[in-house]
Antibody, heavy 119, light 111 residues
Framework: EVQLVESGGGLVQPGGSLRLSCAASGFTFSSSEMNWVRQAPGKGLEWVSYISTSGNTIYYRESVKGRFTISRDNAKNSLYLQMNSLTAEDTAVYYC????????????WGQGTLVTVSS | QSALTQPASVSGSPGQSITISCTGTSSDIGNYDLVSWYQQHPGKAPKVMIYEVTKRPSGVSNRFSGSKSGNTASLTISGLQAEDEADYYCCSYANTRNFWLFGGGTKLTVL
């Protein structure tokens, strides 16, 4: 059974930092392209970042470029998102999502971890 | 680039069919056969129902089907059941600047 389990969310002050983790199991993580997708409270889904199987190719949405860093450790079957200079607009549930190799969608999702940016 | 456009809400009675539209542009939906649809129940993670416009993942009921015409994609649910009541989101690969765009979501109510 495919499992994606996020952790690391919490309450952080504006300007602060947080590191999210996603533990993967039930599939070959090293062969899977991974993403972070977020959802602000009561709002829709928003793609955040993508990382290729090797980690050599990385993409971000414009609003997080220069502040967020996606990474992975294939030996540990884990995905990460380092978030710096957080603002209230970053408040959301962050989901780890496995992408289809065709880029045709997101095949598996974790349960999400809530990040709240507030003073 | 703006999100894809979906109706805020749709409704139908048990057994009926409903269609949810998702309108984009020639830069996203119209340019790629990479549209997907997600079902999300309150407090739960999204679940893929359709990917690559028409493909249905293993385990998803064949009551769910997808299509695309020009810049608009559609999700059709036939034989509505109470358990189908949820929020539905469309998504399309856009380009190497915006990558994946989501629609604003459609709340489906089963009357």
């Amino acid at each position: 059974e495919v499992q994606l389990v996020e952790s690391g969310g919490g309450l952080v002050q504006p300007g602060g930092s947080l590191r999210l983790s996603c533990a993967a199991s039930g599939f070959t993580f090293s062969s899977s392209e991974m993403n972070w997708v977020r959802q602000a409270p009561g709002k829709g889904l928003e793609w955040v970042s993508y990382i290729s199987t090797s980690g050599n190719t990385i993409y971000y949405r414009e609003s997080v470029k220069g502040r967020f860093t996606i990474s992975r450790d294939n030996a540990k079957n884990s995905l990460y998102l380092q978030m710096n200079s957080l603002t209230a607009e970053d408040t959301a549930v962050y989901y780890c999502a496995r992408g289809y190799t065709t880029w045709g969608g997101f095949e598996n999702w974790g349960q999400g971890t809530l990040v709240t940016v507030s003073s | 680039q703006s999100a894809l456009t979906q109706p805020a809400s749709v409704s139908g009675s048990p057994g009926q069919s409903i269609t949810i539209s998702c309108t984009g542009t020639s830069s996203d939906i119209g340019n790629y056969d990479l549209v997907s649809w997600y079902q999300q129940h309150p407090g739960k993670a999204p679940k893929v129902m359709i990917y690559e416009v028409t493909k249905r993942p293993s385990g998803v009921s064949n009551r769910f089907s997808g299509s695309k015409s020009g810049n608009t994609a559609s999700l059709t649910i036939s034989g509505l059941q109470a358990e189908d009541e949820a929020d539905y989101y469309c998504c399309s690969y856009a380009n190497t600047r915006n990558f994946w765009l989501f629609g604003g979501g459609t709340k489906l109510t089963v009357l």
